[in-house]
Nanobody
Framework: QVQLVESGGGLVEAGGSLRLSCVTS????????MGWYRQAPGKQRELVAT???????TYSGSMKGRFTISRDNAKNTVYLQMNSLKPEDTAVYYC???????????????WGQGTQVTVSS
């Protein structure tokens, strides 16, 4: 069983920055797309950004220009650099990855447990 382990969340003042990380719990055969989503209290989970194995990134409109997604394929890790944070960015942030594990030919989607980001005004 593969888990995605997130880190880097916390409390920050408006205008500040945080860097989230997400890594697989063990070695895997391959990882396709990776992404970050977030869910604020009382709201549905929404897409933040995704990145392909080749490094092509897409962003949700409200985060574009402030957030940067990147990945290190050698470390099975995806990052989310968040700058100019606003109180409305407060949410639980989840990473997501399409993974193929050793010994299996199918791809499966995995989610992290979430990391809390709180932006104070």
């Amino acid at each position: 069983q593969v888990q995605l382990v997130e880190s880097g969340g916390g409390l920050v003042e408006a205008g500040g920055s945080l860097r989230l990380s997400c890594v697989t719990s063990r070695r895997v055969y391959s990882i396709n797309a990776m992404g970050w989503y977030r869910q604020a209290p009382g709201k549905q989970r929404e897409l933040v950004a995704t990145i392909t194995s080749g490094g092509s990134a897409t962003y949700s409109g409200s985060m574009k220009g402030r957030f940067t997604i990147s990945r290190d394929n050698a470390k099975n890790t995806v990052y989310l650099q968040m700058n100019s944070l606003k109180p409305e960015d407060t949410a639980v942030y989840y990473c997501d990855a399409e993974v193929r594990v050793y010994g299996f030919s199918l791809w499966s989607e995995y989610w992290g447990q979430g990391t809390q980001v709180t932006v104070s005004s």
